[in-house]
């Protein structure tokens, strides 16, 4: 039997480390590549030794060479944080640019299956709700968030350019707000910032009025949605995400009930160009893929408390 070979960059980050869990379940060669920015290979100490499973530091914007073949390229290296896009915005216009370049141009010397890691950030400041991948979204090119926003629509761009004229087998996924283990504790989004607060007893830091809204994918299902486009014949961007819709202060108050913390929920300024509402339209994905989300948030939620309770006692930062 010929087993794939997958190459995933961001492989030792979020989402990169469970997508490189599941495809050694499902048999593939998994090579990991991360040039440890905002990725640990803390995410991948469990698959140290993997007959299966090598790891590789590189930064994917510079070129990449790897002999021998490989089946798939996965293309999730990126910084995904609001905070790392302020922190590091060069290097995150330089992923999603250069990288998916370089990854891309990999794909095709390989005759691999690409799969590009995008973004709901696609939508901007979504005048149309839910979103629907036909909808070319609201964007503030120059705005602190550009920087994320830009580069994801133009590595979009540059697959779909590799996928018409040089006939590389593309997929695109728009990832929704996802969450779960193997965050990091203070990555600053929203879901490890509230547990990390509520599990020390600090106030929860609302921005705004807390009247925005966000839609929460628990990680296992967000990698199930993109196994499943990876295994089909389909071009086009794909939504994975859960269409179920949270105001931010309702899920700052479901944190505190789940954590059963006394935290006072406090309210901070609302960042530049912070989206209004999201949610995403699963309609392409439930057709295609049969796919649809299986964890409530409450479910997701407890694993990813229990998650943060253990880190906080063995980091205890
Ligand atoms: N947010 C918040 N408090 C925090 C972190 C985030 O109220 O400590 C809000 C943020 O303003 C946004 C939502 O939570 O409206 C989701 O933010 P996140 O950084 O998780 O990602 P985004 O969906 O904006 O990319």
Known sequence: MHRPVSLVTGGAGFLGSHLCDR?????????????????????????????????????????????????????FASPASP?????????????????????????????????????????????????R????????PIGPRGVYDEAKRFAEAMTMAY????GVDTRVVRIFNTYGPRMRLRDGRVVPAFISQALRGEPLTVFGDGKQTR????????????YRLSQCDFHEPVNIGNPTEFTILEFAHLVRELTGSRSEIVFKPLPQDD???????????????????????????????????????????
């Open 163 to 166: 996928h018409r004229v040089h």
């Open 83 to 131: 905070v790392d896009y302020l922190e590091l915005p060069i290097q995150t216009l330089k992923v999603g640019s250069l990288g998916t370049l370089n990854t891309l141009g990999l794909a095709k010397a390989k005759r691999a299956k690409y799969i590009l890691a995008s973004t709901s950030e696609c939508y901007g400041d979504p005048l149309q709700h839910p979103q």
């Open 23 to 75: 495809l050694l379940a499902e048999g593939h060669f998994v090579i990991a590549m991360d040039n440890l920015l905002t990725g640990t290979v803390d995410n991948i100490a469990h698959l140290a030794g993997h007959e299966r499973f090598r790891f590789i530091k590189h930064n994917v914007t510079e070129f990449i060479f790897l002999a021998g073949p490989v089946d798939y390229v996965f293309h």
């Open 133 to 140: 991948e036909d909808y070319w979204g609201n964007v503030n």
């Open 215 to 226: 839609s929460f994918c628990y990680v296992s299902d967000l990698i199930d949605g993109i």
């Open 275 to 317: 989206p209004k509402q999201r949610r995403p339209d699963i309609t392409r994905a439930r057709t295609l893929l049969g796919w649809e989300p299986k964890v409530d948030l409450p479910t997701g939620i407890r694993l990813t408390i229990e998650y943060f309770r253990q880190k906080l006692q063995t980091t205890g930062t």
